[in-house]
């Protein structure tokens, strides 16, 4: 089992940032993929950014390309989003995942087994 932890949301004005943390506890991330995704309200889960287990590929949905940096620490059982530029649409619950399998990345939810509790990231206008 593996338990995870987000950390670093909270209310931040357009055009501002935020760093969002994941800490995994429990049985080692490491050699999975993980991932971001958020949810806002009337939405349905969606896809933010993937990190290979080793750190070297990363994706972005097109929404947040050039904004948002996933990055991992595999020594720490971490994994980051850095989010710059922030618009009112970043706005919703942002949930870190771990992979169900080992290589590759993975865009779908359903392709991940564990996920975090979420944390409320807010963009003001």
């Known amino acids: 089992q593996v338990q995870l932890e987000e950390s670093g949301g909270g209310l931040v004005q357009a055009g501002g940032s935020l760093r969002l943390a994941c800490v995994a506890s429990g049985r080692t991330t490491s050699s999975y993929p993980m991932a971001w995704f958020r949810q806002a309200p009337g939405q349905e889960r969606e896809f933010v950014a993937v990190?290979?287990?080793?750190?070297?590929?990363?994706s972005y949905a097109d929404s947040v390309k050039g904004r948002f940096t996933i990055s991992r620490d595999n020594a720490k059982q971490t994994v980051y989003l850095q989010m710059n530029s922030l618009k009112p649409e970043d706005t919703a619950v942002y949930y870190c995942a771990v992979a169900r399998w080992l290589h590759g990345l993975y865009f779908s939810a359903e392709e991940y087994d564990y996920w975090g509790q979420g944390t409320q990231v807010t963009v003001s206008s």
């Open positions: 990190v290979s287990w080793s750190g070297e590929m990363t």
